[in-house]
């Protein structure tokens, strides 16, 4: 239990027994504002927050407005407790004040100067776990999305991409996958969905240039509002940033600008963090680099390995991805346009 040491001048006196109103001050300033104002000397009772319990004559509360003119102080009226919770320390000034002086009792103390359990921290691990910003749009938008999802890997932001489509988070509709993997998972989960993808093999194009001219084709053939890079793990060019400028749309496992470019989650893991995430940006030449629409947080836990925190940063990326879809879609008005 930590200890509070209690200390009072001979100023308090009898009506300080009668009648006591309380603030919390800021410890020796607030001491040394009040005396200039001419309150007067104090008791005070430090607690666990390190803030100071403030006891002064009702007729000097004058001092106190001075001391907060915004009105953040809590007034501290309540019925008097014993001195005993000050038992078994050295009473230093309170032996000089009479022996009636009750300590008024916040409401939400617990007669023990706040000693109580510490409430139980919250799981990180839970779906909820993350700090989003900002929040969604709450309008209903006039007409669905038309998207556009390139993916290299196993495509888990995909199907949540989907998933938020069908269940009305988002109102948008994916009508084309693109992967550059023959067999990825992504594929085997739009077979699964029911929506058309097409291998697009980044090994039988010459350059850059010319993947991202095919990637065009295709998306403008399919009306593609928007276009989002859900792990797609090649560098994009000018053709297709030009191609959907502001509706190119990029999802990083980090809180951008920190650690840019590949394996995001072991630069963190390396750099001792305590703070990790995922991005939504826009896409520009720099790699990684676009402006941010949306960021979501999570905790690292001193235990954590790659898999750890790739998973817990990756039921934030399934949450964020609609979200900054709907927000750019607000943004630009393109679901009336």
Do not use: Y
């Not at 915004?70 to 309540?78: A, N, S």
């Not at 067999?183 to 993947?211: I, K």
């Amino acid at each position: 239990m930590q200890q509070h040491r209690c200390r009072g001048q001979s100023r308090i006196g009898r009506s300080l027994a009668q009648g006591i109103e309380g603030c919390i001050g800021a410890g020796e300033a607030a001491q040394q504002r009040l005396q200039r104002v001419g309150a007067g000397d104090l008791l005070e009772i430090g607690n666990q927050s390190q803030m100071t319990i403030s006891l002064v004559l009702p007729a000097e509360l004058l001092a106190i407005c001075q001391l907060n003119p915004h009105g953040h102080g809590l007034p501290l009226i309540g019925k008097a407790v014993d001195r005993s919770i000050c038992d078994g320390m050295e009473p230093q000034g309170l032996q000089r004040a009479p022996q009636g002086v009750g300590i008024p009792e916040n409401r939400w103390q617990d007669g023990k100067v706040g000693h109580q359990p510490r409430p139980a921290l919250s799981n990180p691990n839970r779906d909820a776990a993350g700090i989003q910003w900002p929040l969604p749009p709450s309008q209903q938008p006039a007409r669905p999305l038309r998207l556009g999802v390139m993916a290299s890997g196993h495509g888990s932001n995909f199907e949540a991409l989907v998933n938020a489509c069908n269940d009305g988070q988002l109102s948008a509709r994916v009508v084309q996958l693109i992967v550059n993997n023959p067999g990825c998972g992504a594929t085997r989960r739009a077979e699964r969905l029911g929506v058309p993808w097409r291998l697009l093999d980044h090994r039988g194009h010459a350059s850059r240039e010319a993947l991202d001219q095919a990637l065009v084709d295709c998306l403008q053939s399919r009306s593609v509002d928007v276009v989002v890079m859900a792990g797609w793990m090649r560098i994009v060019t000018p053709v297709l940033i030009q191609a959907f400028e502001g509706r190119l749309l990029n999802i990083h496992p980090s809180l951008l600008p920190s650690f840019k470019g590949m394996d995001a989650v072991g630069q963190a893991l390396a750099a001792r963090v305590t703070l990790a995430g995922c991005t939504v940006h826009l896409v520009c030449e720099a790699v990684d680099g676009g402006e941010i629409l949306m960021q979501a947080a999570v905790p690292v836990m001193h235990d954590d390995d790659h898999a750890s925190l790739s998973s817990r940063i990756q039921r934030q990326e399934h949450r964020l991805l609609p979200a900054a879809v709907a927000l750019l879609a607000q943004r630009l008005d393109l679901h009336h346009g």
